[in-house]
């Protein structure tokens, strides 16, 4: 199955900076990448996607980027708020079309006020 | 509001007990999954359907059973708990159209001693 990596584990930032995570993936095949935010407590929330017939996706203040040649993929967060502190995961689909999805370890993100 | 519903919240359970956790959802989605949350570990996949009537194992299936009783419920059983399926353990639903995202439940804590 697929194989998704996560970088870093954790990330702390000043607010008003920018955080970038990044992922790689194993399955040539692979053709959606979507992003989830988990808050404390709470299910993981899907933030942002991107599919494979794109190099770029841009939603306010997060963007992700799609390189397939290089088989990576990342999340770019700018003028980081306190309420962006959460943990983020990215996530592949897998080639048997099922439309599994598998996730990257996670990466926890602090916003320092 | 819409969405998916898990109960309970949390449970703890002896060694060799069962429980069933359940989950719902009101979005008319056709497939439905369910992950265990591990430290370092991210989301793992247990089982999933694809639809109603059609259950198939993901990543790590062993010690668990799944019933699709119906387009919005998806069931999942222990039937003897070990302490290693100590988890948080998530339910999703997605249309199941390809590359298209999931929307989870908030979760069940199991703590299993």
């Known amino acids: 199955g697929e194989n998704v990596e996560q970088h870093p584990s954790t990330l702390s930032v000043q607010e008003g900076d920018s955080a970038v995570i990044k992922c790689t993936y194993s399955?040539?095949?692979?053709?959606?990448f979507p992003w989830y935010k988990q808050e404390l407590g709470k299910g993981p929330q899907l933030i942002i996607d991107i599919r494979s017939n794109v190099g770029e996706k841009k939603d306010q203040r997060i963007a992700v980027t799609l390189n397939k040649t290089a088989k990576h993929f990342s999340l770019h967060i700018t003028e980081t708020q306190p309420e962006d502190s959460a943990v983020y995961f990215c996530a592949a689909t897998d080639q048997t079309g099922a439309n599994n999805l598998f996730f990257g370890t996670g990466t926890r993100l602090t916003v320092i006020p | 509001n819409a969405g998916v519903t898990q109960t309970p919240k949390f449970q703890v359970l002896k060694t060799g007990q069962s429980m069933t956790l359940q989950c719902a959802q009101d979005m008319n989605h056709n497939s439905m999954y369910w992950y265990r949350q591990d430290p370092g570990m991210g989301l793992r996949l247990i089982y999933y359907s694809a639809s109603e009537g059609t259950t198939d194992k993901g990543e790590v299936p062993n010690g668990y059973n799944v019933s699709r009783l119906n387009k919005r419920e998806f069931s999942l059983r222990l039937e003897s708990a070990a302490p290693s399926q100590t988890s948080v353990y998530f339910c999703?639903?997605?249309?199941?159209?390809?590359?298209?995202?999931?929307?989870f439940g908030s979760g069940t804590r199991l703590t299993v001693v």
């Open positions: 999703a639903s997605s249309s199941g159209r390809a590359n298209y995202g999931y929307t």
């Open positions: 399955d040539s095949a692979s053709n959606y």
